[in-house]
Nanobody, 123 residues
Framework: QAQLVESGGGLVQAGDSLRLSCVIS????????LAWFREAPGKERSLVAA????????FYPDSVEGRFTISRDNAERAVYLQMTSLRPEDTAVYYC????????????????WGQGTQVTVSS
């Protein structure tokens, strides 16, 4: 059973940058999409970035397009989220997730989840 462990969250000021990391251990299969989701208080968990297994396709919603960058290192079994120009509305618990597909952005396809890391952006 795969385990995903996030790190890198914290308290920052608006306009700052932050880099989240997620390392995968255990069996997850050979091909998988990786993604970052976030969940703010009172809101549903939503996708903020996804990257295909080969790294050649990515997806970002409009809310983070141009500010967030997802990357992965298959050799290290890791995924990263570089966040810049952070805003108070980016405050949430951020989760990394994996889906045993070469590409998907459907939340229902993600079978493996980390425990989450808190990101708080003060104004």
């Amino acid at each position: 059973q795969a385990q995903l462990v996030e790190s890198g969250g914290g308290l920052v000021q608006a306009g700052d940058s932050l880099r989240l990391s997620c390392v995968i251990s255990g069996g997850i299969g050979r091909i998988y999409t990786l993604a970052w989701f976030r969940e703010a208080p009172g809101k549903e968990r939503s996708l903020v970035a996804a990257i295909a297994f080969n790294g050649r396709k990515t997806f970002y919603p409009d809310s983070v397009e141009g500010r967030f960058t997802i990357s992965r290192d298959n050799a290290e079994r890791a995924v990263y989220l570089q966040m810049t120009s952070l805003r108070p509305e980016d405050t949430a618990v951020y989760y990394c997730a994996a889906a045993r597909l070469s590409w998907t952005i459907r939340r229902i396809d993600y079978q493996y989840w980390g425990q989450g890391t808190q990101v708080t952006v003060s104004s």
